[in-house]
């Protein structure tokens, strides 16, 4: 499956950004999808994880109560809503599908990376 991964900008301090994640390449029936992000200088870190199937949704605790992870089945689409962002979480962002395992947490435990989207939090 690939991936393309857009809507990432340049925001002010509490501003807003909606990151999409479309997948093509064959039937995208049900694939667990995972946002990471990666800033420079510094490991790749989950951020959040939704299941296709039924849309449940995980989140790392800097992403708490600011993060909507939500998919749209029909359009093969994956998005992260993002509110009252701050300049720490600058970084490039991407989505993983594939998942290997269980580890969703875990950036190793994917197939499939779309390819960043840079996102960038002026104070």
């Known amino acids: 499956v690939q991936l393309q991964a857009s809507g990432g900008g340049l925001v002010q301090a509490g501003g807003s950004l909606r990151l999409s994640c479309a997948a093509s390449?064959?039937?995208?029936?049900?694939?667990?999808m995972g946002w990471f992000r990666q800033a420079p200088g510094k490991e790749r870190e989950f951020v959040a994880f939704?299941?296709?199937?039924?849309?449940?949704?995980w989140y790392t605790d800097s992403a708490k109560g600011r993060f909507t992870v939500s998919r749209d089945t029909a359009k093969n689409t994956a998005y992260l809503q993002m509110n009252s962002l701050k300049p720490e979480d600058t970084a490039v962002y991407y989505c993983a599908a594939d998942l290997l395992n269980e580890g969703f947490q875990n950036h190793k435990s994917y197939g499939s990376w779309g390819q960043g989207t840079q996102v960038t939090v002026s104070s």
């Open positions: 390449g064959r039937a995208f029936s049900s694939y667990d």
């Open positions: 939704i299941r296709w199937s039924g849309g449940s949704t």
